[in-house]
């Protein structure tokens, strides 16, 4: 019924810039709060930041300075913008958005994923 699905991962080099983007789409009421997380290799799924739906940002201390979240309500998209990119930085990122779907329940919906590489 919604789904969401993660764009613009890659290959990049240390100190790079990367931009990730997440639309979801579907039987959609409402999005509140969306999210980026990232899972490094071995390592267990963890928060990057999440913006509510009034644009309100809180972000993990990992990410600040270096990565922007940002969203577009009447798109129903959510944005990572990443910058000084270190080889740490590698994980696949994932959106994650709480919405409001044709039950007319909230329900925590997640994409599948998109890999970010940092290397030389």
């Known amino acids: 019924q919604v789904q969401l699905v993660e764009s613009g991962g890659g290959l990049v080099q240390p100190g790079g810039s990367l931009n990730l983007s997440c639309t979801a789409s579907?039987?959609?009421?409402?999005?509140?709060?969306m999210a980026w997380f990232r899972q490094a290799p071995g390592e267990e799924r963890t928060l990057v930041g999440t913006?509510?739906?009034?644009?309100?940002?809180m972000s993990v201390e990992s990410a600040m300075g270096r990565f922007t979240i940002s969203r577009d309500n009447a798109k129903n998209t959510v944005y990572l913008q990443m910058s000084s990119l270190k080889p740490e930085d590698t994980a696949v990122y994932y959106c994650?958005?709480?919405?409001?779907?044709?039950?007319?329940?909230?329900?925590?919906?997640w994409g599948k994923g998109t890999l970010v590489t940092v290397s030389s």
């Open positions: 579907g039987t959609i009421l409402t999005i509140a709060n």
């Open positions: 994650s958005a709480d919405i409001r779907d044709h039950t007319r329940r909230f329900r925590t919906y």
């Open positions: 913006i509510t739906s009034e644009g309100f940002v």
